[in-house]
């Protein structure tokens, strides 16, 4: 009995060929992380939603097995630890997972949750498609015009975590270095952090970023930098990035400033543009010109800015959903914080971990269930049926609780 216990759990794991193609069993074990503060909440109404969406389009032949792990609050109250080994391992055996928001502290405590489970996992490419859904209040005249993928690289930049408090042993020893072998004069009573920006991890992310862009049949690619004030950091991504994009991608790509006279200034068919912008432009751009732009790729304090700017461009952190793939494995998550205000009342709105499921659907090849949830919520905004920060900036909406809203988009599944 034992032994065929362990061999149906085998069976039902997603796993990887040599190739790296998913194998996904008909009823995989997916790890979730209800996440902190609103997680549980937003959890329960998504996990709904994605189980209704999978019976409805593959009519019991499929079905989601799953499995919780701990991080977060919920983990150091249970294990001690904010991110138990445990939970890494899940995550490396079934290859996909999806998580709820975790808190991070600001300006002391532990380090970001979140920041950790992507570098111990590699998870080196944060994906963040931005899109408007009909009916959504923006602030912008035509929110429609939006419609980008943000590739962001996730595991290296000022998020490495290498950085020291002003005036402790470790700034102080940093600052001497700087003045004594380098010499570049530091304050003394100066935080100190690094920047590292590696060749390996900025092709990498960039080349990812130009094949999801050939195989969506994207016209463009921007790669987005400071690299006219970072010239060796953010400089570097730009040039490593042109590089693999010619190397790996020569036969399907143009590079813009090549789009001379011979090509009327447009891509041949079938081309996909590489081209770059300057990070504080680039905000101006995707404001003023946001239909020229499709994929972007760009270090990861640059990505965080600029994906939590255009979503709200769209609505919002609640309608943004997002991703951290590696070459192994995956977490979609909640883009947003644990707002704890509204932890345990059921008014935050679940889109986003609803769309990230979206997205865990896609990457699973399961399409048919992740179209028929995209639908749905569309079907719910456009009747006016949502959750209260949508509601309370809507001329005409009926403020729905998140466990109301995931019912009223399962209700509309088949409709």
Known sequence: MENKEKSQAKTDRITLTADGTLRVPDNPVVPFIEGDGIGPDIWAAAKSVLDAAVGFAYKGRRKIIWSEILAGEKAYRET???LPEETLQAIKDH???IKGPLTTQVGEGIRSVNVALRQRLDLYACVRPIRYISGVPSPMRHPERVKMVVFRENTEDVYSG??????TREAEAVIAFLKDSIGVDVAKDSAIGIKPMSQRASRRLVARAIQYALDHDLPSVTLVHKGNIMKYTEGAFMKWGYEVARE????HIVVESDLGPAHDGKAPPGKVVIKDRIADMMFQQVLLRPESYHVIATPNLNGDYLSDALAAQVGGLGMAPGANIGE???VFEATHGTAPKY????????ISLILSGVMMLEYLGWVEAASAIEKAVQKSISEGLVTHDLACRMPVARELRCSE????VIERLST
């Not at 809203?405 to 009223?408: C, E, M, P, R, V």
């Open 343 to 350: 932890a345990g009342t059921d008014r935050a709105n679940p």
């Open 248 to 251: 790996m991608f020569g036969d």
């Open 405 to 408: 809203f995931a019912q009223t």
């Open 80 to 82: 001690n630890e904010w």
């Open 328 to 330: 192994d494995c995956a």
């Open 162 to 167: 290498i950085e020291w408090e002003a005036q």
């Open 95 to 97: 290859v996909a997972a």
